[in-house]
């Protein structure tokens, strides 16, 4: 599922852009979207990283387990959160005799090999009502589209810079996300989107203002086949 060795993630995470003034709101607000359908009860987060979304996550569930590869991140989780359960491993070699009632995939499947496959593995995982909440960036979204419009892409679905260093391996539409869920054997609850971006990361990081990028994110919702980030809510479909 994942195809990156150890090694190439803990390079990843020595250099992670994750907490940048753009990549933190954008994990803030998904938490934001996230907590409207978080079940009560037992939660577990693939991918967390430095843990911007566990920070919330845990006080909803003070003894969450959360995986990641990253050996570095998973010492800083560690330190900060006491409490929750750290494993450090690929997500397809865990084994979890728990069932979860929210399962978090933030910013993840971009990053696997094989996501039918990932999302397959860990239906064992949910409980009889859990849900899998899921964001990802959107190759919709109004900047990629602008960039090709200027010439400065050829595709909306080329890498940028930060997502080669990111270890992205593909660009979802909201179309393609939802079919990767269905494929697999769920049932979309809600479909939607955040995040309005009309320039990209580094123009945005000169000019805006914490509370513009809040309102952008916002806008979002009302656009989501062109906002920057596009996310689905499910669950098993037994």
Same mark, same amino acid.
């Given at each position: ?9 803990? $390079?990843?995470?020595?250099?992670? +852009?994750? !907490? ?7 994990? $803030? ?11 009560? %009860?037992?939660?577990? *987060? =693939?991918?967390?990283?430095? %843990? ?16 990641? %590869? ?6 800083? +989780? ?18 979890? #005799? ?17 996501? /039918? ?10 409980? *009889? ?14 900047? &990629? /589209? @602008? @960039? ?18 990111? %270890?992205?391996? &593909?660009?979802? !539409? ?5 079919? #990767?869920? +269905?494929?697999?054997?769920? /049932?979309?609850?809600? &479909? ?10 580094? =123009? ?8 513009? +990028? ?6 979002? *919702? ?7 980030? !596009? ?8």
């Amino acid at each position: 599922m994942h195809k990156f060795s150890s090694t190439k993630l803990e $390079e990843v995470a020595k250099n992670s +852009l994750y !907490t940048t003034f753009t990549n933190s709101m954008t994990i $803030e607000y998904s938490f934001e979207v996230f907590k409207r359908y978080i079940k009560k %009860g037992k939660i577990l *987060e =693939l991918g967390p990283a430095e %843990g911007l979304m566990t920070k919330h996550l845990s006080k909803i569930d003070p003894k969450l387990t959360a995986v990641d %590869g990253s050996a570095i991140f998973c010492r800083k +989780l560690k330190e900060e959160f006491k409490e929750i359960n750290v494993i450090n491993s690929l997500f397809e070699e865990v084994n979890l #005799e728990e069932k979860f009632d929210t399962i978090v995939l933030g910013h993840v499947l971009e990053h696997v090999e094989n996501p /039918q496959k990932l999302l397959n593995h860990i239906k064992s995982w949910l409980s *009889e009502d859990g849900v899998v909440v899921c964001a990802v960036p959107n190759a919709n979204s109004i900047h &990629r /589209q @602008a @960039a090709v419009e200027m010439g400065l892409i050829k595709s909306i679905f080329e890498m940028s810079d930060k997502d080669i260093h990111h %270890g992205h391996m &593909r660009i979802y !539409t909201p179309e393609t996300l939802r079919t #990767e869920f +269905l494929n697999s054997g769920y /049932q979309i609850l809600y &479909r939607g989107g955040y995040w309005l971006k009309p320039l990209n990361d580094a =123009l945005i990081e000169k000019s805006y203002t914490k509370e513009m +990028l809040y309102a952008f994110m916002k806008l979002g *919702e009302f656009y989501p086949d062109i906002a920057a980030e !596009t996310y689905v809510i499910a669950k098993h479909r037994r």
